[in-house]
């Protein structure tokens, strides 16, 4: 009798209070998201950051699918109406009635939605409204329900995991959203970090962007603690230092009754940011860079060095290295992107913008373009030529047009004119860039020597830059030939070969990265550095990580295998006639680009490159270091299409300019030097 009062009191007298109070303590935890970690140049200048958005999630309530997708269609209405966007993967433009993905891949879609693979889009829409119980017959509500509820299918959701459908909304939102609380069931609105990119589309090759999560990204690193919200870095050093950029989450405890709305939050676990990457570029210099190279393109195309203009000049890219380091203070590559135009996702026009682009804007052409070097790669055949005794240093050449060994080639000059070098000898070569002075010398020691001091100087194999994508390039060789038969090939290393090769030609293709650190490595007489583009880690203490530990794990990640730096030996004759002629090519009258360089006060030594690139116009190259005397920097500018080096030449001046201080009043002193007395590798 005492056991069923007191039931009758718990159930009848105090049921409809004990139920209220019930659903009002219904406890979820939810997730705090922890800031990325902040990346900065080399000065301390902050290029990544974040800023609070807030994100509109969903819990499973007690709800059917009728009224879920009432509440989907009033939030799409209150985010639309405000400028703001949802969570749209569903693989359907319902402005053209068509499918946004290939053949192929629709039929892999429709297989795991578990759909027939012939079904075509007005079909699956059909097949979509069953299976979510849309009722509306109106295709503009269909299209909002639809790419929320698959949302929510693809991710999954319950009474304790939220979905997130928005991220960034606008404050405007978030306040008709809390307004309306009473009718969104399971709608919670909560903060979390979004990146900010400080530079716009600076340095965006570099530094990457974020995204998020992808099905597969998901599956191999759930064990690691990563959900189906998580933003991932997806290019860039984003990616590559995503381990070490991603923050420890936090996590707190919600009240909520059944219906989703919230009575009490506590936090539980506090979340920690990501470690901050420091970069070895100099923002103002990768800026000057940027804007040098582009605006060099679009004179070339213009016509306004010649006359000619170049249309299908619309891309290149550039790349400073600190020649003492390693350490990468530029590198660009045009057309470019920004990284913040991929932080919800893009739409339509932005992808047909980024990745139906002809001339690519994604690619970064620094370290995946592969091109001929042309006239830049020069400097290994004298090399070779003069430490395997194929040639004195102060030997002479005639020159006498045309060449008669092989495909008889002949030198520029002779195509061109109709004219002669004349006697020409390891200086003197270089000046004028005497194409028959390096057939006759490249006759003489054969393919091998020169591939070999090709390799010496890094050129055919990985810098190991902390970026996912790097190109190898290619040595003209035998051993490249016979890789190329082992593929079915039928081809044979003859004469004609070694005398394109010598001259940059063949098989030669490198990055513009690979020939900066070439230029890098002659400017140090052989010495070898590491190429680098980080230079610290730190944690949320700000303490510095252990950076060789840092590079082991990168370079694992990355593939590349731990390799000793070898020096270059080359003898300081064979140094000094090398430098020699490369100072004469900016610094002598008869110097390639002497009128570019003639008023410029530190002395360069460079070098033109033009190759051809086997359609449109030649690449046109610019190769450099500076000072003469004692180098600090290698500059390398080319711009495919771009019609001849001599025109990238200005390029790199004007990156020499920022770099010494011409801009900003930071000149040395002691490295200003008579007009006269420049020098820059031709």
């Known amino acids: 009798m005492i056991l069923a009062g007191q039931l009758f009191n718990l159930q009848i007298v105090n049921g409809e209070s004990y139920r209220e109070q019930s659903e009002k303590r219904l406890v979820r935890e939810s997730e705090t998201y922890a800031p990325r970690g902040e990346i900065y140049d080399r000065y301390g200048k902050l290029l990544v950051t974040n800023e609070a958005s807030y994100v509109l999630q969903l819990y499973r ?14 939030i799409a209405g209150i985010l639309e109406k405000n400028n703001d966007t949802y969570y749209n993967e569903l693989p359907i433009n319902f402005e053209t009635m068509e499918f946004t993905k290939s053949e192929s891949a629709m039929k892999t879609w429709k297989k795991n939605n578990k759909m027939d693979e012939d079904l075509d889009v007005m079909q ?36 304790y995991r939220a979905v997130t459908l928005a991220k960034n909304i606008s404050y405007q939102s978030v306040l008709e959203i809390e307004e309306r609380n009473a009718e969104l069931s399971g709608v919670y609105i909560t903060k979390q970090p979004t990146r900010k990119y400080m530079a716009g589309s600076i340095a965006s090759h570099i530094i990457g962007y974020t995204g998020k999560i992808s099905d597969a990204e998901y599956k191999s690193r759930k064990d690691l603690g990563y959900s189906l919200n998580d933003i991932i870095g997806k290019s860039g050093i984003e990616s590559t230092f995503e381990e070490y950029l991603r923050g420890k989450n936090g996590s707190k405890r919600l009240e909520m009754d059944a219906y989703g709305r919230i009575s009490n939050e506590e936090e539980l676990d506090e979340s920690m ?34 006359g000619t203009k170049y249309k299908d000049a619309t891309a290149g890219s550039a790349v400073v290295l600190d020649v003492k380091t390693g350490e990468v203070l530029a590198m660009a590559s045009y057309p470019t992107y920004v990284p913040e135009d991929f932080i919800d996702g893009i739409n339509n026009e932005e992808y047909k913008k980024y990745f139906q682009n002809k001339d690519t804007p994604m690619f970064n052409r620094a370290i995946q373009g592969t091109y001929p070097p042309g006239s830049t790669f020069k400097m290994i055949t004298g090399i070779a030529a003069i430490e395997s005794s194929g040639i004195g240093v102060n030997e002479h050449v005639n020159d006498t047009g045309v060449f008669y060994l092989g495909h008889k080639p002949a030198c520029w000059i002779w195509n061109s004119r109709r004219q002669v070098h004349g006697n020409v000898n390891a200086k003197t070569a270089l000046m004028v860039s005497c194409n028959y002075y390096y057939y006759e010398v490249a006759s003489r020691i054969g393919i091998d020597k020169i591939a070999e001091y090709a390799r010496k100087f890094g050129l055919g194999e990985k810098t190991g830059i902390e970026l996912y ?31 394109s090769a010598a001259i940059g030609q063949s098989y030669n293709t490198y990055t513009p990265l690979q020939m900066c650190y070439y230029i890098s490595t002659l400017a ?17 203490e700000g303490k510095s990580l252990n950076m060789s530990e840092v590079k082991t794990t990168i370079d694992k990640k990355l593939g590349i295998e731990e390799k000793q730096l070898e020096d270059v030996e080359v003898s300081d004759e064979t140094i000094n006639a090398i430098f020699e002629g490369m100072r004469s090519v900016t610094g002598d009258h008869g110097g390639t680009v002497y009128g570019t360089f ?17 359609n449109g116009s030649d690449n046109a190259w610019f190769v450099g270091f500076a000072p003469y005397d004692d180098p600090e920097i290698a500059v390398v500018v080319i711009v495919e299409h771009g019609g001849h080096g001599y025109f990238t030449a200005r390029a790199v001046k004007d990156i020499m300019e920022e770099y010494f201080g011409y801009n900003n009043d930071k000149i040395d002193e002691d490295l200003t030097l008579k007009s006269n007395e420049i020098m820059i590798l031709n």
């Not at 003639?598 to 086997?614: L, Q, R």
């Open 469 to 499: 994508g790097e190109a190898s390039g290619t040595v003209a060789s035998r051993e490249y030939v016979a890789k190329l038969n082992e593929r079915g090939a039928k081809k044979t290393w003859t004469i004609g070969d070694t005398l």
């Open 61 to 74: 309530t007690k709800i059917d699918d009728d009224e879920l997708n009432q509440v989907l269609l009033k």
């Open 598 to 614: 003639s008023s410029f006060p530190i002395e360069v030594a460079g070098k033109t490159g033009t190759a051809t690139s086997g």
């Open 124 to 159: 699956v829409i059909e097949f979509l409204k069953e299976k979510y119980e849309v009722a509306s017959e109106n295709m503009e509500s269909i299209k909002k329900i639809l790419a929320m509820r698959y949302e929510i299918s693809s991710n999954g959701y319950s009474s």
């Open 524 to 540: 140090n007489k052989g010495k070898k550095t590491e190429v680098t583009v980080v230079k610290d880690v730190i944690d949320a």
């Open 273 to 306: 940011m990501g470690n901050s990457v420091v970069l070895t570029i100099d923002l103002d210099l990768q800026t000057k860079t940027e804007e040098v190279l582009a605006d060099i393109i679009k004179k070339i195309q213009n016509g306004e060095f010649n």
